[in-house]
């Protein structure tokens, strides 16, 4: 069974930063692309960043673009995501998924699993 475990959210002042943590088990973790999606309040769950399966290839949301980074440790089945600057718009549910692909898809439907979220809370 495949599971993911977020972690690392919390409440930060606008301007500072958080690095949240999605660790995977239950499958090769080393071959598929990774994303990180959010859900702000009353809103659709959108995409925020993704990375292809090598690590080599990186997509960002505009909105965020500059912003975050986000990286993998394949010996450690995780993807992280720094976020830094923070704006009080990037309050949300923060959810990792795993890629139905090697690439990093920008759509939540090539996603084949979640976790359970965390929440990221920036006050202004």
């Known amino acids: 069974q495949v599971q993911l475990v977020e972690s690392g959210g919390g409440l930060a002042q606008a301007g500072g930063s958080l690095r949240l943590s999605c660790v995977v088990s239950?499958?090769?973790?080393?071959?598929?692309?990774m994303g990180w999606f959010r859900q702000p309040p009353g809103k659709e769950r959108e995409f925020v960043s993704a990375i292809s399966w090598s690590g080599g290839s990186t997509n960002y949301a505009d909105s965020v673009k500059g912003r975050f980074t986000i990286s993998r440790d394949d010996a450690k089945n995780t993807v992280y995501l720094q976020m830094n600057s923070l704006k009080a718009e990037d309050t949300a549910v923060y959810y990792c998924g795993t890629d139905r692909s090697p690439w990093g898809a920008t759509v939540k439907y090539d996603y084949a699993y979640w976790g359970q979220g965390t929440q990221v809370t920036v006050s202004s």
């Open positions: 239950g499958r090769a973790f080393s071959i598929y692309a």
